[in-house]
């Protein structure tokens, strides 16, 4: 049963910058791991996801260029650096995983069977 924990939201000013984690109970090296983000009165929507080597990532439009999720599989976590962010970057991100022996990550929700509780991202001046 492989548990996670997310940490690092705040309130930020729009511009500014955040680094979540997302920490696991157990050894990662064979999880694909995703965030997604949840705005108030808004349906959960991917934002990035990135393979179990870390080999590969991918992003939603919304984030690209902005965003930068990356693993180290020797402390169990994972990290989703935002920058620039604005305010409609605001809502509840969540990390998610599951096990996978390709490298490969996906976007949809229903291929994740393990989630966090969330971390509260405010983008707001």
């Known amino acids: 049963q492989l548990q996670l924990v997310e940490s690092g939201g705040g309130l930020v000013q729009p511009g500014g910058s955040l680094r979540l984690s997302c920490a696991a109970s157990?050894?990662?090296?064979?999880?694909?791991i995703g965030w997604f983000r949840q705005a108030p009165g808004k349906e959960r929507e991917w934002v990035s996801c990135?393979?179990?080597?870390?080999?590969?990532?991918d992003y939603a439009d919304s984030v690209k260029g902005r965003f930068t999720i990356s693993r180290d599989n020797a402390k169990n976590t994972v990290y989703l650096q935002m920058n620039s962010l604005k305010p409609e970057d605001t809502g509840d991100y969540y990390c998610?995983?599951?096990?996978?022996?390709?490298?490969?990550?996906?976007?949809?929700?229903?291929?994740?069977?393990?989630w966090g509780q969330g971390t509260q991202v405010t983008v707001s001046s």
């Open positions: 998610a995983g599951d096990m996978k022996y390709t490298d490969e990550c996906w976007r949809a929700s229903y291929l994740y069977h393990y």
């Open positions: 990135i393979s179990r080597t870390g080999g590969n990532t």
């Open positions: 157990a050894f990662i090296d064979d999880y694909y």
